[in-house]
């Protein structure tokens, strides 16, 4: 998981140009009549993201005069998402997060925008970049159009969430009849029980803690083969001892947690080196 800069084109920048690629002037009238409410709300939004106040939003609050919400919607999918005059704002989106990773979940490529807010029900916002988060197919199908409300926590917000800055994730590793098993959880360490909420939601929407658990799986069975049987390195065999491959684990935890604040790849490693279990029963290091 991982926090971007916000875009820097603005709102009225963003919706001009979406507005300009209708050609029928007659079409275009009422999306330019509306260019003054449009850039407020969207001004609404920033402010409304700043305090983290997502609970209070309700979809009328984003109503645009004059331009119904389906019209709305179709100046996203029909102008934006397709037009010349706004590649360049899209292709600065979808290529800010280093090495295209998703933000949402930190690993997977970034192939798709994601409105933050769905553009169903939050028209005033549907060209907004910064309601446009680059995200990969898997996030993206997740989340749909999942929004905050009464009772939903809002997931995290890669322009504006500073949980992406903290050590929140853990791992724990747990034997079974078939191996070890990983859990991704939210730390104990989170006290304050809102945001608590909010990182547990976050997980759970898209679906993280399984998709988690099936990439960890990969890594933890090549970590294990390779310290059962040995690493080799220029035609030699090196074998750890038990506090060795702790402290391997533990390096390459840190190297991973300092790279990505809430990777799952520094869960995984901090889970394996904290295990007796794993290093001396299952992997028999002494």
């Known amino acids: 998981m991982i926090r971007l800069d916000r875009p820097a084109t603005t709102a009225k920048d963003a919706y001009d140009k979406a507005v300009a690629s209708i050609r029928d002037s007659s079409a275009r009238k009422p999306y330019a009549s509306a260019s003054v409410a449009v850039i407020r709300l969207c001004s609404d939004y920033d402010e409304t993201a700043r305090i983290g106040m997502w609970a209070g939003l309700t979809s009328v609050l984003f109503e645009v005069p004059g331009v119904t919400d389906t019209e709305m919607v179709d100046l996203y999918d029909k102008r934006f998402r ?84 903290l050590h929140w994730l853990v791992a724990s590793l747990n034997p079974s ?49 390779q310290l059962i049987n040995g690493y080799s390195r220029k035609r030699t065999t090196l074998r750890f001892t038990a506090s060795e491959a702790q402290n391997h684990f533990l390096d390459l935890a840190h190297l991973e947690s300092d790279r990505v604040a809430n990777s799952w790849e520094g869960a995984t490693y901090q889970a394996m080196a904290e295990s007796d279990w794993y290093i001396k029963d299952y992997l028999r290091l002494i």
Not at 118 to 127: D, E, G, M, N
Not at 184 to 209: C, I, Y
């Open 82 to 165: 397709r037009s010349v005059r706004t590649k360049e704002i899209r292709n600065a989106i979808l290529n800010a997060p280093s090495r295209k990773r998703c933000p949402y979940c930190g690993e997977g490529c970034v192939s798709e925008l994601d409105h933050y807010l769905p553009k169903t029900r939050f028209s005033a916002i549907t060209v907004y970049p910064a309601n446009l988060v680059p995200a990969c197919h898997e996030c993206n199908c997740a989340k749909l159009d999942y929004s905050p409300e009464n009772g939903k926590p809002a997931v995290l917000h890669p322009y504006f969430d500073r949980a992406f800055d």
């Open 177 to 225: 009849d078939e191996g070890p098993i990983l859990e991704f959880a939210v730390s104990q360490k989170v006290a304050d029980p809102a945001l608590r909420v909010r990182l547990e939601t976050h997980l759970d929407v898209f679906k993280l803690r399984d998709r988690f658990r099936v990439w960890a799986s990969r890594l933890l069975d090549k970590e294990s083969q």
